[in-house]
């Protein structure tokens, strides 16, 4: 058996977590060895695990769902009857149905799932005057994430049928996936870029193209992501939409609390 991760994570938060639960089930030496790290932020992975697999699936929360670039490109994925866990990521506000879509797109392709938790990550559009979770996941999130992986271990050693896990969320799903703006959340301060291409090469849509005159972003392909303005190392990737910074404000005054991993294991019949 191997853990293999795989995962949508334009912002690194996802890909963080579904390591630390990968290196928790990793166990002692000679169990449960690491397997692959499989990326679909950037584009579709065509995979079949073997049914003696653990797969840990990542993905974020955009307003209450999945991205849908993430769920297409998740569907040329064949679970073959692997154990799957279930991970969604959300900026500390609203999770929403997107762990129950998750986990319902596991067994659609294949999975079949063993446990499945809500993380919290930095939200996207967190900015210096709005911190949404900032920082996060910190060191006490990873080391939930390795708890949360020695229960999946028990789970794992058991014997007997399980009882699948029920997560929040509802059917049919409360909100509709969030269609892509058509208007690019982010631009650029010419004057601090450096036209390193960093931000080209991390945005998933493909949405940003590198000029000799700085990055030019494509308003139609841009899924606010917030990608590029995170990884800017000069900060000259801004967030430019007034919904943006609306956005920010409301949820910044109204999700302060700090909001903790929950997680939802089976029992053995």
Same mark, same amino acid.
């Not at 129950?100 to 919290?120: M, R, S, W």
């Not at 931000?199 to 005159?213: K, L």
């Not at 910044?252 to 909001?259: A, G, P, S, V, Y």
């Given at each position: 058996?191997?853990?293999?991760?795989?995962?949508?994570?334009?912002?690194?938060?996802?890909?963080?977590?579904?390591?630390?639960?990968?290196?928790?089930?990793?166990?002692?030496?000679?169990?449960?060895?690491?397997?692959?790290?499989?990326?679909?932020?950037?584009?579709?992975?065509?995979?079949?695990?073997?049914?003696?697999?653990?797969?840990?699936?990542?993905?974020?929360?955009?307003?209450?769902?999945?991205?849908?670039?993430?769920?297409?490109?998740?569907?040329?994925?064949?679970?073959?009857?692997?154990?799957?866990?279930?991970?969604?990521?959300?900026?500390?506000?609203?999770?929403?149905?997107?762990?129950?879509?998750?986990?319902?797109?596991?067994?659609?392709?294949?999975?079949?799932?063993?446990?499945?938790?809500?993380?919290?990550?930095?939200?996207?559009?967190?900015?210096?005057?709005?911190?949404?979770?900032?920082?996060?996941?910190?060191?006490?999130?990873?080391?939930?994430?390795?708890?949360?992986?020695?229960?999946?271990?028990?789970?794992?050693?058991?014997?007997?049928?399980?009882?699948?896990?029920?997560?929040?969320?509802?059917?049919?799903?409360?909100?509709?996936?969030?269609?892509?703006?058509?208007?690019?959340?982010?631009? &650029?301060?010419?004057?601090? @870029?450096?036209? #390193?291409?960093? *931000?080209?090469? +991390? $945005?998933?849509?493909? %949405?940003?193209?590198? !000029?000799?005159?700085?990055?030019? &972003?494509?308003?139609?392909? @841009?899924?606010? #992501?917030?990608? *590029?303005?995170? +990884? $800017?190392?000069?900060? %000259?990737?801004?967030? !430019?939409?007034?919904?943006?910074?609306?956005?920010?404000?409301?949820?910044?005054?109204?999700?302060?609390?700090?909001?903790?991993?929950?997680?939802?294991?089976?029992?053995?019949?």
């Amino acid at each position: 058996m191997q853990t293999h991760t795989l995962f949508f994570s334009p912002t690194k938060t996802g890909a963080t977590v579904a390591q630390a639960v990968q290196n928790g089930l990793q166990g002692l030496p000679g169990e449960s060895p690491i397997g692959e790290s499989i990326d679909i932020t950037k584009a579709a992975v065509h995979k079949t695990f073997d049914e003696d697999d653990t797969v840990i699936v990542v993905m974020p929360v955009y307003s209450g769902r999945l991205p849908k670039i993430a769920v297409e490109r998740f569907k040329a994925v064949n679970g073959n009857g692997a154990k799957g866990v279930a991970i969604a990521i959300y900026g500390n506000a609203n999770a929403g149905d997107a762990l129950l879509e998750l986990t319902d797109i596991c067994k659609e392709q294949g999975f079949e799932v063993i446990a499945a938790a809500n993380f919290i990550g930095e939200h996207s559009f967190t900015m210096k005057q709005f911190p949404l979770a900032a920082g996060r996941p910190d060191t006490a999130d990873l080391q939930k994430a390795e708890k949360f992986a020695e229960l999946i271990r028990e789970v794992l050693n058991g014997t007997g049928p399980l009882t699948l896990p029920k997560v929040p969320g509802s059917h049919p799903y409360s909100k509709d996936p969030m269609n892509l703006p058509g208007v690019a959340a982010t631009g &650029t301060n010419l004057d601090d @870029c450096t036209i #390193c291409g960093l *931000c080209e090469t +991390v $945005c998933p849509t493909s %949405a940003i193209t590198m !000029t000799e005159n700085g990055p030019q &972003t494509d308003g139609k392909k @841009c899924s606010w #992501c917030s990608a *590029c303005v995170k +990884v $800017c190392k000069s900060n %000259a990737r801004l967030f !430019t939409s007034p919904k943006v910074k609306e956005t920010a404000e409301r949820l910044f005054t109204n999700f302060q609390e700090r909001q903790e991993p929950k997680w939802f294991l089976p029992a053995r019949k």
